[in-house]
């Protein structure tokens, strides 16, 4: 059975996944799928925890904005990269850095 079918409001177009729970990202974002949307030009970040012999859906929102993305891939460290069809680019999400960032005046 699946354990989810996209946000309630926008049609989804699921082309891409990733699983992470690496120790470099802060907890609210390891235990997670990264799903490339390809409709809704974003990454959407899936919070799953264990449920018997499945998973269940903890949290569901979107992660990132990219134009197309088609696929996307974590490295340990928890460097994302994510393939762009429109841009015809490989992009690279870095959350650490922009944790650092979060909050301080420009």
Do not use: W
Not at 47 to 69: H, L, N, Q
Request: charged share 25%.
């Amino acid at each position: 059975d699946p354990i989810h079918l996209g946000l309630d409001n926008n049609p989804s177009n699921y082309v891409g996944l990733a699983y992470t729970n690496s120790p470099m990202l802060p907890d609210e974002f390891r235990d997670c799928l990264y799903i490339a949307d390809l409709s809704a030009n974003q990454i959407t970040r899936v919070r799953v925890k264990p449920a018997g012999d499945t998973y269940e859906v903890v949290e569901v929102e979107p992660f990132a904005s990219i134009p197309s993305p088609v696929d996307i891939a974590i490295a340990e460290d928890g460097t994302m990269y994510v393939a762009s069809r429109y841009d015809q680019k490989v992009f690279r999400i870095r959350l650490r850095d922009s944790l650092t960032t979060r909050g301080e005046a420009p």
